[in-house]
């Protein structure tokens, strides 16, 4: 199976677990029923808290997560491949994880990943992000073969580092994802054209779900979750900031097709990086 669709599902979580997961439930059951073999939803699904404490209190070890339980009866009940994009866990020594889940239709964890950069900016408008203060940044890419897709796992702010994404498309990847909270401010400036330069420079598609809104702790998320193919056009988005879904049809034999087009993995070179100055120059 070289097609099959694809749906992001845009959520602004708050503080409550339960309630994140009550919109999300119904989003993600609509849009199965619109056909949806494969589902994604945001960074943060289960939770957006500032206070470390807050977030301690609510959050739990993935085998007791109810937002992750949920899921897993979900994706079984549904039939679909469902992807958390990521949920805030512990994961041992009082330490927290912004982890991915991809889950088989069949409710088994198919593969987890742990977002790798930590979001620790001082933007323009004020706003100052340490995730290193609460989240233990993962190590490991993850790749998790489909039935119809190879696809590259990563959460949000990962999208800045190309290095990810191209070390999965050298290993096979046809679908790459960045599901994410992008704060509107960034979101405006960068959003498309991060998620554009990343499905170009890879010849893959892109499909990334995202929060949109003002959230119950303060922040503002950009929304505009999208997919976006292999030559580069956006052929899926939620053109707002408001909680929804947005489906996709996805061919992975596009992949094939760009990178014949243009085979920037086949042409990549090693190379070092010389640095010269006048301290260089011969007298």
Same mark, same amino acid.
Do not use: C, M
């Given at each position: 199976m070289s097609a099959f669709t694809a749906a992001c599902v845009q959520l602004r979580s708050g503080k409550s677990v339960a309630d994140n997961l009550k919109v999300a439930e119904d989003l993600i059951r609509a849009a199965a029923k619109d056909g949806a073999q494969y589902v994604q939803t945001p960074e943060m699904s289960n939770l957006l808290v500032?206070?470390?404490?807050?977030?301690? #209190?609510?959050?739990?070890?993935?085998?007791?997560?109810?937002?992750?339980?949920?899921?897993?009866?979900?994706?079984?009940?549904?039939?679909?491949?469902?992807?958390?994009?990521?949920?805030a866990v512990l994961s041992g020594n009082g330490k927290v994880a912004n982890r991915g889940f991809l889950i088989a239709p069949d409710g088994r964890i198919l593969a987890s990943y742990d977002k790798i950069h930590m979001f620790d900016v001082d933007l323009p408008n004020g706003e100052s992000w340490r995730e290193s203060a609460t989240y233990e940044p993962g190590t490991q890419s993850v790749l998790v073969d489909l039935p119809f897709a190879r696809v590259g796992m990563a959460v949000c702010y990962d999208i800045r580092f190309p290095a990810?994404?191209?070390?999965?498309?050298?290993?096979?990847?046809?679908?790459?994802?960045?599901?994410?909270?992008?704060?509107?401010?960034?979101?405006?400036?960068?959003?498309?054209?991060?998620?554009?330069?990343?499905?170009? #420079?890879?010849?893959?598609?892109?499909?990334?779900?995202?929060?949109?809104?003002?959230?119950?702790?303060?922040?503002?998320?950009?929304?505009?979750?999208?997919?976006?193919?292999?030559?580069?056009?956006?052929?899926?988005e939620l053109d707002h900031d408001e909680p929804g879904y947005v489906l996709a #049809?996805?061919?992975?034999?596009?992949?094939?097709?760009?990178?014949?087009?243009?085979?920037?993995?086949?042409?990549?070179?090693a190379f070092d990086c010389h640095v010269s100055g006048l301290k260089e120059m011969p007298a």
């Open positions: 500032r206070s470390r404490e807050e977030l301690l #209190e609510e959050i739990r070890e993935p085998a007791r997560d109810p937002f992750l339980q949920r899921a897993q009866v979900l994706a079984s009940e549904l039939g679909i491949h469902l992807h958390l994009g990521s949920l990810i994404f191209r070390t999965q498309a050298r290993a096979g990847a046809q679908v790459l994802t960045a599901p994410a909270a992008f704060t509107r401010q960034t979101g405006e400036a960068h959003w498309h054209v991060l998620q554009r330069a990343r499905a170009i #420079e890879n010849g893959a598609f892109v499909i990334s779900a995202a929060q949109g809104g003002l959230h119950e702790d303060g922040r503002e998320t950009y929304g505009h979750s999208l997919v976006v193919e292999p030559w580069g056009a956006v052929i899926a #049809e996805i061919d992975t034999d596009k992949v094939s097709k760009a990178r014949g087009r243009i085979p920037a993995i086949a042409n990549e070179r």
